[in-house]
């Protein structure tokens, strides 16, 4: 049966898509002081949303390329006393993926309040066909100071975006970071966000929110090989607090891990000798617990990875550390994934929760 030309017409109001603002505006490109964008290391040369240098001194492949424009970890950081808050945005195309929301796809969400006291307000609503739309995040708050994180879409391109505040509002600086130290954080499609149901579940912004510091994700979604030339671009970035390399499920092979891994490192501590590294280990797939081929190969990996890290430590490197990826989503880790293999959002949960004691004592946070 063919759906009614507006299939949302008879849905809740809560669940329709927003109408185009009419009432009074100012709108303000993020890309401008005051507003702050992270997770972008080279917006103030390419001044672009990408998250890799458009022009990297190192080849990389086609897939990372065009994966490096998925705003993924990008944050819109500043404060205002307005009373109501939208955007206006333009993608590089419309929500087309089956197996992810489209409020994490090509959805923002916001949240308001300093890094450890953020609390959750609302994500924007838009049609499936769009990929260009205008949404407010809230409308009738109380005209008082407030610290607002506007979590980008993680998995489509942004071209364009527009804060919209009320026009007799003010707007100043994010004053929340206690430095600027990044923490660093390459993976997989894990690391990207697949499957959470909006941008700020992921684990790498749901970290960000408990500790003062810019998080920079740089999760590419099936493409993060551990390729030698992405070590060379990451050791670019200027004033790591902390590196975590977690990209085991992106491997070809048990030894291309092998070879890639201990390269990886070396690599990167020419440049940086003393800032933390954490290597996870990947977190488990529920056909593990079935298939006994697969479960070895997690187990024969995991090994390779601690043994590594063992050897560095043996051989100098105290700053090298090493994490069990596979206890992260707890003994109900087959309830905690969209699809046996990416996590929910009680997966992203677990998975935050897990890594912030670790993260805590490797950024002196105790």
């Not at 390419?46 to 086609?62: A, K, M, N, V």
């Not at 994700?217 to 070590?231: I, R, T, V």
Request: net charge negative.
């Amino acid at each position: 049966m063919k759906p009614p030309a507006n299939a949302n017409q008879n849905l809740d109001a809560n669940l329709q898509p927003d109408a185009p603002r009419t009432d009074e505006w100012a709108w303000h490109s993020p890309l401008a002081a005051p507003f702050r964008l992270t997770s972008l290391p080279w917006l103030a040369q390419d001044g672009l949303y990408r998250r890799l240098p458009l022009h990297p001194s190192h080849p990389i492949r086609s897939e990372v390329d065009r994966l490096a424009n998925f705003t993924t970890g990008v944050q819109v950081r500043f404060r205002t006393d307005s009373p109501k808050l939208a955007v206006r945005i333009v993608l590089a195309d419309r929500a087309t993926m089956y197996q992810m929301p489209a409020t994490a796809q090509c959805g923002v969400d916001c949240y308001i309040g300093s890094a450890g006291e953020q609390q959750y307000v609302n994500t924007t609503r838009f049609e499936l066909a769009q990929a260009e739309y205008e949404s407010a995040l809230f409308e009738s708050f109380s005209t008082e100071l407030r610290e607002i994180t506007l979590n980008l879409p993680l998995y489509q391109g942004v071209k364009e975006l527009w804060i919209g505040t009320s026009p007799t509002s003010s707007v100043s600086e994010f004053q929340g970071f206690s430095s600027d130290k990044k923490v660093l954080i390459y993976g997989t499609s894990i690391t990207h966000g697949a499957c959470a149901s909006r941008p700020g579940m992921t684990y790498p912004n749901q970290l960000s929110r408990m500790f003062p510091l810019e998080f920079i994700s740089l999760g590419f979604s099936g493409n993060a090989q551990g390729e030698p030339e992405l070590a060379h671009i990451i050791s670019q970035i200027q004033d790591p607090a902390l590196l975590v390399l977690d990209y085991e499920g992106n491997t070809p092979s048990t030894e291309h891990l092998a070879q890639s891994l201990p390269t990886f490192i070396r690599i990167y501590r020419d440049v940086h000798p003393d800032v933390p590294i954490l290597v996870i280990s990947k977190i488990p797939y529920a056909k593990e617990a079935f298939d006994e081929e697969l479960r070895q190969r997690q187990e024969e990996r995991k090994a390779l990875q601690r043994g590594i890290v063992e050897r560095l430590n043996r051989e100098g490197d105290a700053h090298i550390h090493f994490c069990d990826g596979s206890g992260l989503l707890g003994a109900d880790y087959q309830e905690c994934t969209a699809d046996g293999i990416h996590p929910s959002d009680l997966g992203y949960k677990h998975m935050a929760e897990g890594l912030q004691p670790i993260f805590k004592k490797l950024l002196q946070y105790e």
